[in-house]
């Protein structure tokens, strides 16, 4: 039996109920996160689902805007963003979401690659930090992307990788390195220490919680999310359980729990809904017992954390409710 919590990170881009079912027959609330992606529909059209869901499910879902690049290269670039952000902020999103797009697809006039550091995004973020609007951000990828296919740390990059060589950036030097993405990221920390800011998938730096933790240390405006990256700490628990534990318990306050399930009609709605249980009740098992399990993306087994109760209400609950501005 799971307590009340949120899912903070989904991407609820469809109508159908039984994913809303599932949650109320879990007492689930979430945080559904509009993007800038090419195979989404549009932002204002994903917004216009979950005002129908919110319709429909009140209380339950809460939802983060964002804005396209369709006028990137032209002089009123930032000017629209910030418009398009007013916009969904004024219909009720609760924050505003950067995805990896910004990192791996625009070029300045020069050829050359533009990063979430970049000049010209700053009226952006002065936007946001004076307006105390929060920032969250999907920068880069895990590591792994960017290791050969024998180095990866998980099978199921691994799979991945193998099976979409065009995502592979180690075959592809002509983007930025993963160092490239991490560095930019903290630069626009460092520019803006003001902003409130949810590193998500642990900082794109899944691999090594004493980086996740050097950034929450660095910029004490920050937070971070679990979302599809709890098996990287499930690998870290088989040689270092005692770490990933104090980890959580030294940032439980930080420390944001979400599954990243995608529903955009490409899956088949009870399959999305049964998709969300069985995460829930996985990942609840995996921080609030002692059992041993293994996980499907990786070999070898391990044990779970067991947290204080207190820990683990507020990393699967507490944490997403202010942030997120749930009213229960
Ligand atoms: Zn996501």
Same mark, same amino acid.
């Given at each position: 039996? $799971?307590?009340?919590?949120?899912?903070?990170?989904?991407? #609820?881009?469809? $109508?159908? !109920?039984?994913?809303?079912?599932?949650?109320?027959?879990?007492?689930?609330?979430?945080?559904?996160?509009?993007?800038?992606?090419?195979?989404?529909?549009?932002?204002?059209?994903?917004?216009?689902?979950? @005002?129908?869901? &919110?319709?429909?499910?009140?209380?339950? %879902?809460?939802?983060?805007?964002?804005?396209?690049?369709?006028?990137?290269?032209?002089?009123? #670039?930032?000017? =629209?963003?910030?418009?398009?952000?007013?916009?969904? $902020?004024?219909?009720?999103?609760?924050?505003?979401?950067?995805?990896?797009?910004? +990192? #791996?697809?625009?070029? *300045?006039?020069?050829?050359?690659?533009?990063?979430?550091? *970049?000049?010209?995004?700053?009226?952006?973020?002065?936007?946001?930090?004076?307006?105390?609007?929060?920032?969250? +951000?999907?920068?880069?990828?895990?590591?792994?992307?960017?290791?050969?296919?024998?180095?990866?740390?998980? *099978?199921?990059?691994?799979?991945? #990788?193998?099976?979409?060589?065009?995502?592979?950036?180690?075959?592809?030097?002509?983007?930025?390195?993963?160092?490239?993405?991490?560095?930019?990221?903290?630069?626009?920390?460092?520019?803006?220490?003001?902003? =409130?800011?949810?590193? %998500? @998938?642990?900082?794109?730096?899944?691999?090594?919680?004493?980086?996740?933790?050097? =950034?929450?240390?660095?910029?004490?405006?920050?937070?971070?999310?679990?979302? !599809?990256?709890?098996?990287?700490? &499930? %690998?870290?628990?088989?040689?270092?359980? &005692?770490?990933?534990?104090?980890?959580? /318990?030294?940032?439980?306050?930080?420390?944001?729990?979400?599954?990243?399930? /995608?529903?955009?009609?490409?899956?088949?709605?009870? !399959?999305?809904?049964?998709?969300?249980?069985? $995460?829930?009740?996985? @990942?609840?098992?995996?921080?609030?017992?002692?059992?041993?399990?293994?996980?499907? !993306?990786?070999?070898?087994?391990?044990?779970?954390?067991? %947290?204080?109760?207190?820990?683990?209400?507020?990393?699967?609950?507490?944490?997403?409710?202010?942030?997120? &501005?749930?009213?229960?």
């Amino acid at each position: 039996m $799971l307590p009340k919590f949120i899912d903070a990170h989904v991407h #609820f881009n469809t $109508l159908s !109920e039984q994913k809303m079912e599932m949650a109320v027959k879990h007492d689930v609330s979430l945080l559904s996160i509009n993007t800038n992606i090419p195979f989404f529909i549009s932002i204002e059209e994903q917004e216009a689902v979950i @005002h129908q869901l &919110q319709k429909k499910y009140p209380g339950r %879902l809460q939802y983060i805007t964002s804005f396209d690049f369709k006028e990137w290269g032209k002089p009123g #670039f930032a000017k =629209r963003a910030i418009q398009q952000l007013e916009r969904g $902020l004024a219909n009720g999103a609760v924050g505003v979401k950067i995805w990896k797009d910004l +990192g #791996f697809d625009y070029k *300045d006039k020069n050829g050359n690659w533009v990063m979430i550091d *970049d000049p010209v995004f700053e009226p952006i973020f002065q936007y946001l930090v004076e307006n105390d609007i929060l920032l969250i +951000g999907h920068q880069g990828e895990p590591r792994n992307c960017w290791l050969p296919l024998e180095e990866m740390t998980v *099978d199921s990059d691994r799979d991945y #990788f193998r099976s979409h060589p065009e995502y592979h950036m180690y075959l592809h030097r002509e983007f930025p390195s993963y160092e490239d993405q991490m560095n930019a990221r903290d630069n626009m920390m460092k520019k803006f220490p003001q902003l =409130r800011y949810v590193g %998500l @998938h642990l900082f794109s730096m899944e691999w090594s919680i004493a980086e996740v933790a050097r =950034r929450l240390e660095e910029y004490p405006n920050t937070h971070t999310d679990l979302a !599809e990256r709890v098996c990287h700490l &499930q %690998l870290q628990a088989m040689d270092n359980w &005692q770490g990933v534990r104090d980890f959580c /318990i030294r940032y439980q306050d930080r420390i944001i729990y979400g599954t990243d399930v /995608i529903d955009d009609g490409s899956v088949e709605a009870g !399959e999305i809904a049964r998709r969300l249980e069985h $995460l829930w009740q996985f @990942h609840f098992q995996f921080f609030a017992t002692d059992q041993v399990m293994s996980a499907p !993306e990786f070999k070898g087994s391990f044990k779970g954390l067991n %947290l204080p109760r207190e820990v683990v209400e507020k990393i699967f609950y507490t944490n997403a409710k202010k942030l997120y &501005q749930f009213s229960k």
